[in-house]
């Protein structure tokens, strides 16, 4: 069972305001994924951390940041939510990078209007 | 970076066998394959190590040749639980990135 959650699930925030999406866990995983999916298409790598106060960027550019100051919390904030900001977030988890499964959170689905 | 998932898209009937397949340009240190329903989190189904390594979950199995740097899913006598969009993620040596492919739509019909 995976103990990973992200809040909210849903959420549609009006143009130019500051949104906060929060994900935590509680299987004291080094590595923490952020990826952004539109429906039914790929998962695009947007932000990954490997420990506490280590984060880098992804594969896919994104005006969103993140921060890792503790081992079971990363948070993605988008400082001025604009409609190309709408999508799936998903966060996920992991003890190491490639060798063992990576969870994952049942997602926000942000819409900017 | 991405890994390479194809084909896009396999239509089979309810105890078909199909293949999907995986591949990357750069030297793999494993390969993992998830399966994701629509509006639903992706869910892992398996890893795989090691060169040559093949596992097995239910009737869906899969390899990693490594020097190909490829991996393939293989589903035997589909089910209708089958259906979904199957993800390969890879992670290559040397860095911290979980990456995953595009997808392979699955759909099984009765």
């Known amino acids: 069972e995976a103990d990973i959650y992200q809040t909210p699930r849903y959420l549609v925030i009006g143009t130019g305001k500051k949104i906060t999406l929060e994900c935590s866990q509680t299987?004291?995983?080094?590595?923490m994924y952020w990826y952004q999916q539109d429906p039914g298409m790929e998962l695009h790598l947007i932000h990954y951390?490997?420990?506490?106060?280590?984060?880098e960027k992804g594969d896919l550019s994104s005006e969103s940041t993140v921060s890792r100051i503790r081992t079971e919390h990363f948070p993605l904030t988008l400082e001025s939510a604009r409609p190309s900001h709408t999508s799936q977030y998903l966060c996920?988890?992991?003890?190491?990078?490639?060798?063992?499964?990576?969870?994952f959170g049942q997602g926000t689905r942000l819409t900017v209007v | 970076q991405q890994p390479v998932q194809s084909p896009q898209a396999v239509i089979l009937r309810e105890g078909e066998d199909a293949v999907i397949n995986c591949s990357s340009s750069k030297a793999l240190y494993s390969v993992h394959w998830y399966r994701q329903k629509h509006g639903e989190a992706p869910v892992f189904l398996m890893i795989l190590l090691k060169g040559g390594e093949q596992k097995g979950h239910d009737k869906i199995s899969a390899s990693f040749n490594e020097k190909k740097q490829q991996s393939s899913l293989y589903l035997t006598a589909s089910q209708l639980s089958y259906s979904g969009t199957y993800f390969c993620?890879?992670?290559?040596?040397?860095?911290?990135?979980?990456?995953f492919g595009k997808g392979n739509q699955v759909v099984v019909i009765p």
């Open positions: 993620g890879t992670a290559s040596y040397g860095n911290n990135r979980l990456a």
């Open positions: 996920a988890s992991s003890a190491s990078t490639g060798g063992t499964e990576a969870f």
């Open positions: 299987m004291g995983h080094d590595k």
């Open positions: 951390s490997y420990g506490v106060n280590s984060t």
